[in-house]
T-cell receptor
Framework: DAKTTQPTSMDCAEGRAANLPCNHSTISGNEYVYWYRQIHSQGPQYIIH???NNETNEMASLIITEDRKSSTLILPHATLRDTAVYYCIVRVGVNDYKLSFGAGTTVTVRA | ETGVTQTPRHLVMGMTNKKSLKCEQHLGHNAMYWYKQSAKKPLELMFV???????ENNSVPSRFSPECPNSSHLFLHLHTLQPEDSALYLC????????????FGPGTRLTVL
């Protein structure tokens, strides 16, 4: 019962912005969009989350479309250390601790 | 360094052995989680603890037995495992169950022979 759809893989150039798309066409009004990433041989790492407004933090920006059916995670200046699997997850905010990880997008940053 | 540590990082055990995985968080969180990540499969939530009380058992076989003696420590006791239980076992914590971010440890790579 996948709630999100992401491309399997993508490459990006070091120093350039990486734009990672995610479709969540069945998202409910009370569901948040979360992004995590998992670098090889490490545990997942939280990146950012949002409900309907665009969000930015020190790691990335999250752009959510007005109809909330899709979003884009932007890594503004990709580095080699950003090579990882990126997961887009939707979850209800209150009392929903279940992170349902799908297959994610394998992002490879190339020099 | 996420503030969540797991030991051991690697473990090889036979099917008749008994072993335990340990997780410790130094973040003052109240909720702790066990996840399993098998090769080429998504992460699966196994157990959730909130204030030392188990609030979720995601249909996990009884050969996996969790223990949460306090909010900072979480154990996963293993006995009579099967080769298909070989996986990366990840511990996570959060301030509380809900839409707070979860902080993950580095995981224990378990191989069952």
């Amino acid at each position: 019962d996948a709630k999100t759809t992401q491309p399997t893989s993508m490459d990006c150039a070091e120093g350039r912005a990486a734009n990672l798309p995610c479709n969540h066409s069945t998202i409910s009004g009370n569901e948040y969009v979360y992004w995590y990433r998992q670098i090889h041989s490490q545990g997942p790492q939280y990146i950012i989350h949002g409900l309907k407004n665009n969000e930015t933090n020190e790691m990335a920006s999250l752009i959510i479309t007005e109809d909330r059916k899709s979003s884009t995670l932007i890594l503004p200046h990709a580095t080699l250390r950003d090579t990882a699997v990126y997961y887009c997850i939707v979850r209800v905010g209150v009392n929903d601790y279940k992170l349902s990880f799908g297959a994610g997008t394998t992002v490879t940053v190339r020099a | 360094e996420t503030g969540v540590t797991q030991t051991p990082r690697h473990l090889v055990m036979g099917m008749t052995n008994k072993k335990s995985l340990k997780c410790e968080q130094h973040l003052g969180h109240n909720a702790m989680y066990w996840y399993k990540q098998s090769a080429k499969k998504p992460l699966e939530l196994m157990f959730v603890y909130n204030f030392k009380e188990q609030t979720e058992n995601n249909s996990v076989p009884s050969r996996f037995s969790p223990e949460c003696p306090n909010s900072s420590h979480l154990f996963l006791h293993l006995h009579t495992l099967q080769p298909e239980d070989s996986a990366l076992y990840l511990c996570a914590s959060s301030q509380a169950p809900g839409h707070n971010e979860q902080f993950f440890g580095p995981g224990t790579r378990l191989t069952v022979l």
